[in-house]
């Protein structure tokens, strides 16, 4: 288990550090179509989905997800024209 799930200190300085947009990165390198991508995506999410309640700076990466949520289906929806 991680151990973001109860820490709210680890939580601040996962953010502090940027880590939010690394986990965001591992998961868009990562290739669906390889049998080992749940092996690099379950625990970025995992963290992530930690990392948006009981703490502080939640609602900070909440936004953050909605933002790359939001440019990345652009990027989709431009690719597709």
Do not use: W
Not at 24 to 38: G, M, N, P, T, W
Not at 54 to 62: L, S, T
């Amino acid at each position: 288990m991680f151990q973001t799930v109860f820490s709210e200190v680890l939580k601040g300085a996962i953010c502090d550090a940027n880590g939010v947009q690394e986990l965001l990165s591992i998961i868009e390198r990562v290739k669906f179509e390889d049998r080992d991508a749940a092996e690099a995506t379950e625990p970025a999410l995992c963290a992530i989905r930690h990392l948006t309640n009981n703490h502080k700076k939640a609602e900070d990466v909440q936004r953050m997800l909605i933002y790359n949520l939001q440019v990345r289906i652009k990027r989709i929806f431009d690719s597709n024209k």
